[in-house]
């Protein structure tokens, strides 16, 4: 017999890695379904008239192809040693931290910690960054991470005049906040009507502004005590924030100790890669009274339904998906594996150790300052930490380049100064380096070098003193705390997280390698353009395929998550409208089921919000939203729809609400958090849309990392590209939101690794299996729990909302009780009373198999069987498996006086015999927890119980 070579491709990325189910299982899916074939489903799924005619065509990569490509492209990048600072600085991750948390699945593809029983391992973590930066700032309260310094300073802004009792409508800046600070706040005042007053400190007059920010220290690193002009702020009851830097208030006086109401900054060098600008944890602390003005999330302490001690996210009541129009904020994505990270690095060095390294640093600084002097330059000012400037006069170009001769970039400052920021990475060779450049061959010095700035400067309270930064520092202690945090969670490592409107789909190791190669995470933002050429190749590369993947003409890559793309998207359409003279435009059509964030970007760039209607089926009410826009006429700006519908279903008429957008001047903004059902199949920008998010952390696989980092880069046709944001250091018309050009640049290989791997066609194929799963589950559901929305042809788009709602009056089962009985499955609850209260929406996205679907619709046919044993008078309305989950070990060994087993009770089916997700908590109790509100670490007694 003649021999058959195998035609079996070990190496296809998309159908053997990425997709889950195989040829087989898909067939045995679509005779559930009743579709004869996958092509079929998807031609009655998605309306013909928004296909795109021609395919996505570039050719899939294997692993190995695409890591060798990224190296080499990587090698375009110049790794050199950063002096240039001005919020971004050298450090060192500690190898422990990178390999046990920003290498390690069990944490970076966890998702945001809504589902408190299974996320305590992560809230432990936020709660011990919080801690960390109310300890380092002096002030009681902190949130769990916020996007960057830059946004980090507006959010402050923008909360400060919430809270103000001062009824004017200017902001005082100083004009020592780092330049990208600045022009992000100039950003966000514009559209709000806020002026902004630039101007030295000193000359600040209270009286005229409802508040004030000071950076400490200093972009070009004056250190001053603002304790006169917070005093000053206050009598005129406006209030004072300042932007601060934590390695510098180990050693300086904290801003509590001056009064401040705010604090904001970046925990980057605690231990997070510059990244040529991102992704870093930015932080906020205030005054207890201003907590519930506060953005972004915060961990609080709570109980479970033992009173046993357990943490979830507080005050969610101020979020946009709770309260829209109370929204303080649109900040949903932020920035928790990187505020996991800085948290670790300060258990990890302690108080000692992070005194330190701010001796080290500010010594070092103290020393390369002396060399200079005694070589003849300028040193200003007179009292600074890390930074200062030298004068050089017409030296500076000469300077600059020596000091690149020697692998060092320094930061031009104006014609005829150097800026200097020493960091944790500056060792005494890279000191004489420097004063190489500068022409001086001294020696450099050990020994105490005195101080740079004066005793009163310094800070007189302690910090850290909780017994968590306190541990023995062993890494096998270490490693063992954050092996124990990550088991007490669940993330994808160990079970599909269905969470619609989030595509938890599979983050590929290969697609993770890249972003810890020096090459890409220690470049600065801000190094000469031809250090950074890798960065540039890739960026082109990646706009390229996605402006092909959604038909639009350019790219930004700037904002950092969705809803940032949002208000950057809503900016450029303003931007536009003003251009043509039509400025006066202010009304955003927006349906009912948007998601919160939508109404709250459209509040940020001064939009008036009209709500459009559902129809009976679920879609637009087109005759609503034809009023709407007509009764808006002229004033009409724009419409945000959402595409496919976050009730997960492709609308008909998604064509005719463009065209009556742009019939009455309108730019339509589509929200592309749904791509993941477009992608080869049809483009956004032929719909008829102008503008678009891409969520990179959805749709192409940045992993969630337990609520970010993300990546909302915005897609325009041609007529916006001019419009889009631009930034102090690349240029452009119109104002950056993001503090990096390209905001979390260094987690960008990921989608580009992602879409090479899969080429055109299996990127189009990932979209048709992430419908066919959805169609699989509804289809296996539907009888239990209805499908409350489905297309004409009766079938579902990438997700499918489930209506438990009927069985809240007979059974007394809510929503929260499936959610949380499903934790007993070992499952992650699907997205819940979004956008329908008292639903569950659920995407299965394209990574999961067929097997692990089956598990999850058993975990739910079973839930739906204990409900009937409920209906059918078996089990006790208050007293049943689904009121008492999840269940625990201590539930599982406590007295069992239940009216079910302990088999029923702790292994439903879907759960795993051996290898059985417990959760370490039972069922928080919510409003417990907003009741008694705890934001920092609970006393030490308590870890001691939790070792216990
Ligand atoms: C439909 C929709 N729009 C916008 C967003 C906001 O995106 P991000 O969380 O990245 O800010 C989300 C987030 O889940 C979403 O589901």
């Not at 890739?538 to 038909?551: E, H, N, P, V």
């Not at 609520?707 to 104002?735: C, D, N, Q, S, Y």
Request: charged share 20%; glycine share 10%; aromatic share 8%.
């Amino acid at each position: 017999m003649a021999y058959t070579p195998s035609t079996y491709n070990p190496y296809d990325f998309a159908n053997r890695r990425h997709i889950g189910p195989s040829p087989e299982e898909m067939d045995a899916m679509l005779a559930v379904i009743g579709a004869p074939s996958l092509d079929a489903l998807i031609d009655e799924t998605v309306p013909m008239g928004i296909r795109q005619m021609e395919p996505l065509n570039w050719a899939p990569m294997t692993e190995h192809e695409v890591l060798g490509h990224i190296r080499k492209v990587a090698k375009q990048n110049v790794v050199m040693t950063s002096l240039i600072g001005q919020g971004f600085y050298g450090t060192v991750t500690p190898p422990a931290i990178q390999r046990n948390i920003l290498e390690n699945p069990a944490w970076y593809t966890a998702y945001t910690p809504y589902q408190p029983e299974i996320a305590q391992g992560r809230l432990e973590a936020l709660l011990n960054f919080q801690t960390m930066v109310s300890d380092m700032t002096g002030l009681p309260v902190a949130n769990a991470s916020l996007l960057d310094e830059a946004t980090a300073c507006a959010e402050a802004m923008t909360m400060a005049q919430r809270v103000s009792k001062s009824k004017m409508t200017r902001f005082f800046v100083d004009e020592n906040c780092h330049p990208q600070n600045i022009a992000v706040m100039q950003t966000r005042a514009a559209p709000l009507g806020i002026e902004i007053v630039m101007g030295d400190p000193r000359d600040l007059d209270p009286a005229k502004v409802f508040g004030a920010i000071f950076q400490y220290p200093g972009t070009y690193g004056v250190v001053t005590d603002f304790t006169p002009q917070i005093a000053a702020l206050h009598e005129a009851k406006a209030v004072a924030i300042m932007a601060t830097d934590l390695m510098a208030l180990t050693l300086l006086k904290d801003p509590g100790a001056m009064d401040a109401d705010i604090a904001v900054g970046s925990a980057q060098r605690f231990g997070v890669p510059m990244g040529f600008g991102g992704p870093h944890a930015a932080f906020m602390s205030c005054k207890d009274e201003m907590k519930r003005a506060m953005p972004g999330r915060i961990v609080g302490v709570s109980v479970d339904a033992a009173g046993n001690r357990a943490y979830r996210l507080s005050l969610q009541t101020r979020e946009q998906h709770i309260r829209r129009e109370k929204a303080t904020s649109n900040v949903c994505t932020a920035q928790a594996l990187l505020a996991v990270m800085a948290s670790f690095y300060a258990v990890f060095h302690g108080p000692a150790g992070l005194r330190a390294i701010g001796e080290m640093i500010h010594f070092n600084a103290v020393r390369l300052a002396e060399g200079l002097k005694s070589a003849g330059f300028k040193i200003a000012p007179a009292a600074f930490y890390d930074t200062f400037t030298v004068e050089v006069g017409a030296m500076q170009g000469v300077i600059l380049r020596s000091a690149m001769a020697e692998g060092i970039n320094l930061r031009k400052v104006g014609t005829d100064k150097i800026g200097i920021s020493v960091d944790e990475l500056t060792s005494p060779e890279i000191i004489a380096q420097v004063w190489r450049a500068f022409g001086s061959d001294a020696e450099v010095p050990g020994g105490f070098p005195g101080l740079g700035v004066p005793e009163k400067m310094l800070r007189k309270s302690s910090y850290l003193s909780h017994p968590i930064f306190g541990m023995n520092r062993a890494e096998g202690e270490m490693m063992r705390y954050m092996r124990r945090l990550a088991d007490r969670d669940l993330a994808l490592d160990r079970a599909m997280i269905p969470l619609g409107s989030c595509t938890m789909k599979l983050n590929a190791a290969v697609e993770m390698m890249p972003i810890t190669w020096p090459e890409f995470n220690a470049i600065h933002p801000f190094a000469p353009e031809d250090q950074s050429e890798g960065y540039a190749f890739m960026i082109k590369d990646l706009a390229d395929k996605l402006c092909d993947i959604t038909g639009y003409d350019a790219m930004s890559m700037q904002p950092n998550s969705g809803a940032q793309g949002e208000y950057a998207g809503l900016l450029t359409i303003m931007a536009y409208h003003r251009a043509n003279g039509q400025g006066g435009r202010n009304i955003c059509l927006i349906p009912m089921s948007a998601h919160g964030t939508n109404p709250a970007s459209a509040q940020m760039v001064g939009l008036k919000v009209v709500v459009v209607n559902t129809a009976a089926n679920g879609d637009i009410d087109l005759e609503d939203f034809r009023a709407k826009a007509e009764a808006a006429g002229d004033k009409l700006a724009a419409c945000m729809i959402t595409y496919p519908s976050t009730h997960g279903v492709f609308e008909e008429t998604v064509k005719e609400v463009c065209q009556i957008t742009h019939d009455h001047g309108g730019q339509v903004y589509l929200d592309g958090a749904n791509l993941n059902a477009l992608v080869g199949l049809a483009k956004p920008g032929d719909i008829g849309s102008d503008v678009s998010h891409l969520n990179l952390h959805k749709t192409f696989c940045i992993p969630h990392g337990g609520g970010g980092p993300g990546m909302g880069p915005i897609g325009v046709k041609a007529h916006l590209e001019r419009f889009l944001p631009g930034h102090p250091e690349t240029g452009g018309e119109t104002g950056p939101v993001s503090a990096a050009p390209y905001g979390s640049a260094s987690i960008l290989p990921i989608s580009w690794a992602y879409c090479m791997l899969m080429g055109g066609a299996g990127l189009t194929q990932a979209t048709k299996v992430a419908i066919l799963n959805a169609n699989y589950i509804a289809a296996r559901l539907d009888a239990a729990f209805p499908v409350l929305y489905k297309g004409k042809q009766g079938r579902v788009a990438h997700e499918c909302i489930v209506d438990p709602r009927g069985f809240e009056k007979p059974t007394g089962v809510t929503v929260d009780d499936i959610a949380k009985r499903l934790v007993d499955s070992g499952f992650h609850a699907p997205t819940m009373s979004f956008p329908v209260p008292g639903t569950l929406m659920i995407e299965p996205t394209e990574s999961e198999t067929k097997a692990e679907l089956d598990r999850f619709c058993e975990a739910m046919l079973s839930i739906r069987s204990e409900i009937a044993q409920i209906e059918n008078g078996e089990l006790p309305q208050d007293n049943n498996p689904l009121k008492h989950a999840p269940h625990t070990v201590n539930d599982l060994v406590a007295e069992w006086d239940r009216p079910y087993s302990r088999e029923q009770g702790c292994f439903p089916p879907g759960s795993f015999r051996v290898d059985k997700y417990w959760p370490p908590v039972g069922r928080v109790d919510n409003a417990y927890g907003d009741r008694n509100l705890i934001c920092l670490c609970p006393p030490p007694e308590h870890y001691i119980e939790a070792a216990d």
